[in-house]
């Protein structure tokens, strides 16, 4: 059940979405004027299980809920990955998405209707995403594929899939399984794409009939001849760059380039020193001073002090931002890389399409730790960390969905910003450690022996100490 109009009126959008007793509330909102052009989509993505939706409130000291609890961050993520392919480049006006469980029922599960209300809110605001998406769960009982099992069926589940995407298209599959085929999980893919498919037609259809217009005249791409531009420039450079095996040395390559390029725009008069792009007439040919006796003559019009030509008799030239040209350069970069390696060159490190990086990997490194080890995988490093207590050592996790659960294996993971040879904020784990953590946690938990036969806590910590590419 989807309810709109009556809750939440003054958001660009919002709904509340029902399944049996278990209800979402998700709003869409954006910021009245756009954010410095960026190429990454400005958008923020907020959920919350209020301990109240099962009639429960906290136990400890603090009553009122606070920063997000790892799961909730897990969910936040679920919802971003889906929608975010579906802005329009040029868009950019701040986008926040906001998402509560207002009641749970203990039997459906809010976080698939968490992503399904953010993809009805956003298809029916004024932001201009391309297409309309919705999320599912797929579990697998007795060898059969069930869409968005209840709880009690997800404990004897093999399968735990979350999928989100379009009517024609997959956009984000998580979970995990136990020891599934590569067949099953791609039927299992199919069955959620079918159920993916019909949700997307219903909402499509309550579209047009409460949905908003979409902002289209606010995207604001980079003028088209930006490109040939930054094409004749960088030219043979950019593909001697791009060829520097080494990831730092290139990245300093790219950079000089790039400065380069918005250098010789600027001598040549192309670039603005505003933020202002667009096709700009000299101030001189829009406004003359001229005496105040000037008579109207060759369609020009005299208003006192100033002379206003309606047309400018000159050649207009073509003015862009340093941020569309850095925009610009950045896109033209991957499609040369890109183009480089389908016609069957080798990448950037000198590798084939189809050749692994050079892999190593040492054991007992920490004298202290109870186990050690650092994996390199070309210039791609982590230091792995494991610690063993006794049950007492478990993590205790009070959910809305598990009370008061408790693990006896967890893995946290720590992306430092040295790792990528960059300076930047230390501290908390942000949204994509913990995501990690809990895609390496997932993939570990299978193997593990069960609790009857070890019973101890393992703590797992991953350390990134070098990344170029990804690192999961």
């Given at each position: 059940?989807?309810?709109?109009?009556?809750?939440?009126?003054?958001?660009?959008?919002?709904?509340m979405?029902?399944?049996?007793?278990?209800?979402?509330?998700?709003?869409?909102?954006?910021?009245?004027?756009?954010?410095?052009?960026s190429?990454?989509?400005?958008?923020?993505?907020?959920?919350?299980?209020?301990?109240?939706?099962?009639?429960?409130?906290?136990?400890?000291?603090?009553?009122?809920?606070?920063?997000?609890?790892?799961?909730?961050?897990?969910?936040?993520?679920?919802?971003?990955r889906?929608?975010?392919?579906?802005?329009?480049?040029?868009?950019?006006?701040?986008?926040q998405?906001?998402?509560?469980?207002?009641?749970?029922?203990?039997?459906?599960s809010?976080?698939?209707?968490a992503?399904?209300?953010?993809?009805i809110?956003?298809?029916?605001?004024?932001?201009?995403?391309?297409?309309?998406?919705?999320?599912?769960?797929?579990?697998?009982?007795?060898?059969?594929?069930?869409?968005?099992?209840?709880?009690e069926?997800?404990?004897?589940?093999?399968?735990?899939?979350?999928?989100?995407?379009?009517?024609?298209?997959?956009?984000?599959?998580?979970g995990?399984?136990?020891?599934?085929?590569?067949?099953?999980l791609?039927?299992a893919?199919?069955?959620?794409?079918v159920?993916?498919?019909?949700?997307?037609?219903?909402?499509?259809?309550?579209?047009?009939?409460?949905?908003?217009?979409?902002?289209?005249e606010?995207i604001?791409l980079?003028?088209?001849?930006?490109?040939?531009?930054?094409?004749d420039?960088?030219?043979?450079?950019?593909?001697?760059?791009?060829?520097?095996?080494?990831?730092?040395?290139?990245?300093?390559?790219?950079?000089?380039?790039?400065?380069?390029?918005?250098?010789?725009?600027?001598?040549?008069?192309?670039?603005s020193?505003?933020?202002l792009s667009?096709?700009?007439?000299?101030l001189?040919?829009?406004?003359?001073?001229?005496?105040?006796?000037?008579?109207?003559?060759?369609?020009?019009?005299?208003?006192?002090?100033?002379?206003?030509?309606?047309?400018?008799?000159k050649?207009?030239?073509?003015?862009?931002?340093?941020?569309?040209?850095k925009l610009?350069?950045k896109?033209?970069?991957?499609?040369?890389l890109?183009?480089?390696?389908?016609?069957?060159?080798?990448?950037?490190?000198?590798?084939?399409?189809?050749?692994?990086?050079?892999?190593?990997?040492?054991?007992?490194?920490l004298?202290?730790?109870?186990?050690?080890?650092l994996?390199?995988r070309?210039?791609?490093?982590?230091?792995?960390?494991?610690?063993?207590?006794?049950?007492?050592?478990?993590?205790?996790?009070?959910?809305?969905?598990?009370?008061e659960?408790?693990?006896?294996?967890?893995?946290?993971?720590?992306?430092?910003?040295s790792?990528?040879?960059?300076v930047?904020?230390?501290?908390?784990?942000?949204?994509?450690?913990i995501?990690?953590?809990?895609?390496?946690?997932?993939?570990?938990?299978?193997?593990?022996?069960?609790?009857?036969?070890?019973?101890?806590?393992?703590?797992v910590e991953?350390?990134?100490?070098?990344?170029?590419?990804?690192?999961?």
């Amino acid at each position: 059940l989807v309810e709109t109009g009556h809750i939440g009126r003054q958001a660009s959008a919002s709904v509340m979405v029902t399944d049996g007793e278990t209800i979402v509330y998700c709003s869409v909102c954006m910021a009245d004027t756009p954010s410095d052009p960026s190429d990454f989509f400005p958008m923020s993505v907020h959920y919350q299980e209020r301990l109240s939706a099962a009639g429960r409130t906290s136990g400890g000291f603090f009553k009122r809920e606070g920063r997000a609890k790892d799961h909730e961050v897990l969910v936040c993520r679920l919802i971003d990955r889906p929608l975010r392919p579906t802005m329009p480049k040029g868009f950019y006006y701040e986008t926040q998405i906001l998402s509560w469980v207002f009641s749970y029922d203990g039997i459906h599960s809010p976080d698939c209707v968490a992503v399904t209300a953010a993809g009805i809110a956003m298809a029916l605001s004024e932001v201009p995403n391309k297409q309309t998406i919705a999320g599912v769960r797929i579990g697998m009982i007795n060898d059969q594929f069930v869409v968005n099992p209840t709880t009690e069926q997800m404990e004897d589940s093999e399968l735990d899939l979350m999928m989100a995407g379009t009517d024609s298209a997959i956009l984000m599959i998580e979970g995990f399984c136990d020891f599934l085929t590569e067949e099953k999980l791609l039927q299992a893919v199919e069955t959620g794409q079918v159920a993916i498919r019909e949700i997307c037609k219903a909402i499509d259809v309550l579209v047009q009939t409460c949905g908003k217009k979409k902002m289209v005249e606010a995207i604001n791409l980079p003028p088209a001849e930006l490109y040939r531009h930054v094409e004749d420039i960088s030219g043979d450079e950019l593909v001697k760059a791009l060829q520097i095996k080494e990831k730092i040395p290139r990245r300093k390559a790219l950079s000089a380039l790039e400065e380069k390029v918005i250098m010789i725009l600027s001598e040549q008069g192309y670039v603005s020193k505003d933020e202002l792009s667009g096709p700009i007439e000299n101030l001189a040919d829009i406004v003359e001073e001229e005496d105040e006796d000037e008579v109207i003559e060759d369609g020009e019009v005299d208003e006192g002090d100033v002379h206003i030509k309606p047309v400018s008799r000159k050649p207009h030239r073509q003015l862009f931002s340093e941020v569309d040209v850095k925009l610009v350069f950045k896109e033209v970069s991957s499609k040369y890389l890109r183009r480089r390696i389908v016609e069957g060159e080798k990448r950037s490190d000198g590798r084939s399409a189809c050749e692994l990086r050079p892999i190593n990997s040492q054991c007992g490194i920490l004298p202290r730790a109870h186990g050690s080890a650092l994996f390199t995988r070309g210039e791609t490093q982590a230091l792995a960390v494991v610690t063993l207590g006794d049950y007492q050592m478990a993590q205790r996790i009070d959910t809305l969905v598990d009370t008061e659960e408790s693990k006896s294996f967890y893995l946290q993971y720590t992306f430092p910003p040295s790792s990528v040879g960059e300076v930047g904020r230390t501290g908390a784990p942000n949204r994509r450690e913990i995501g990690h953590g809990m895609l390496a946690e997932r993939a570990l938990e299978p193997v593990l022996p069960a609790e009857v036969d070890f019973p101890y806590t393992i703590r797992v910590e991953s350390t990134i100490t070098e990344s170029n590419g990804s690192s999961r």
